[in-house]
């Protein structure tokens, strides 16, 4: 269903593939709630049933440990 995280131009990078629109709208809600609890929102580019996770601490213009906790957090959603 997913790929490994990726680390591309200073970002971890995800995609995601479900069974249909509907499953990955459900999906990118799920992460929102998680991004709210950790105040630390990703970039989510949603086409039908494909999800992509960009992950950066925009402060920092880096890749920080509240990425990962994201990361993981976001992985245990599946």
């Known amino acids: 269903m997913a790929e490994t995280w990726q680390t591309l131009s200073g970002k971890l990078i995800k995609s995601f593939v479900f ?4 499953e990955s709208l459900s999906f ?3 992460v ?3 991004s709210e ?3 630390h929102h990703p ?3 949603n086409e039908y049933n494909k999800v992509d996770i ?3 601490t925009h402060d920092k213009n880096e890749i ?12 245990n959603l599946i």
Do not use: P, R, S, V
């Open 19 to 22: 069974k249909d629109f509907k």
């Open 28 to 30: 990118i809600n799920a």
């Open 32 to 34: 929102g709630k998680i």
């Open 37 to 39: 609890n950790l105040n």
């Open 43 to 45: 970039k989510i580019i």
């Open 54 to 56: 960009e992950l950066w």
């Open 64 to 75: 920080t440990d509240l990425d990962h906790k994201l990361a993981a957090k976001i992985d």
